[in-house]
């Protein structure tokens, strides 16, 4: 048998199983058929590193899970609100603000802000990087990118705002206050 003969025989024989699996986890169909989809792709990239083929299946549904919980972190990470539950607590921004702060400014503003300071910030806002991924990217202590975090979105804010607009006894929240609403 060819491994593409093998493939779609261990897809024949778990599919139905690791769809109820990710419906017992995601309680919705098309998460469920998603998170089944990622698991056989994962299984086609990396299944022939598995030694022993007979625990194949364990090797899915330990691989379903991590995907499961990964996405997890991630929604609650980046938590998911209706605009309408939680429009009175965005912040009024001007229209001219909004037309002065794109994308290519707030690159530039990046490059001025003092060195120390760019990479923790471009990692968290450019490329996602959680604070620990940070650290470790940095070899600094968490606590470390913190204090990089929030002098340089203070660096940013001073760059980026008129004098007027800026409060600078202000302690800039790091989560509470992404730069995307400057």
């Given at each position: 048998m060819n ?5 779609e025989a261990?897809v024949?024989?778990?599919?139905e ?7 017992s986890?995601t ?6 058929r998603?998170?089944t989809?990622e698991?056989f792709?994962?299984?086609a ?5 598995l030694?022993?083929i007979?625990k194949?299946?364990?090797w899915?549904?330990?691989t ?9 972190r ?6 998911h609100?209706n605009?309408e ?12 603000l ?8 707030v690159l ?5 802000v003092?060195q120390i300071?760019q ?5 968290f ?5 959680s604070y ?5 990217v940095?070899?600094?202590p968490?606590?470390?990118v ?6 340089g ?9 008129p ?5 600078r006894?202000?302690s ?8 995307c609403?400057?």
């Amino acid at each position: 048998m060819n491994s593409a003969q093998q493939f779609e025989a261990i897809v024949a024989e778990h599919y139905e199983a690791l769809f109820r699996f990710a419906l017992s986890l995601t309680r919705q169909e098309s998460d469920a058929r998603d998170l089944t989809q990622e698991t056989f792709y994962v299984w086609a990239r990396k299944g022939h590193q598995l030694r022993d083929i007979s625990k194949v299946k364990s090797w899915l549904f330990t691989t379903m899970h991590r995907a499961f919980l990964i996405g997890q972190r991630r929604q609650n990470r980046f938590t998911h609100y209706n605009l309408e539950t939680v429009s009175g607590e965005l912040p009024v921004v001007s229209p001219d603000l909004l037309h002065r702060s794109d994308h290519s400014q707030v690159l530039l503003a990046l490059g001025k802000v003092d060195q120390i300071y760019q990479a923790a910030l471009a990692l968290f806002y450019l490329e996602d990087f959680s604070y620990r991924d940070i650290a470790l990217v940095l070899e600094v202590p968490v606590g470390t990118v913190k204090s990089r975090m929030a002098r340089g979105i203070r660096q940013l804010r001073e760059i980026l705002l008129p004098d007027d607009c800026v409060d600078r006894d202000a302690s800039p929240s790091l989560v509470e206050e992404p730069l995307c609403e400057l």
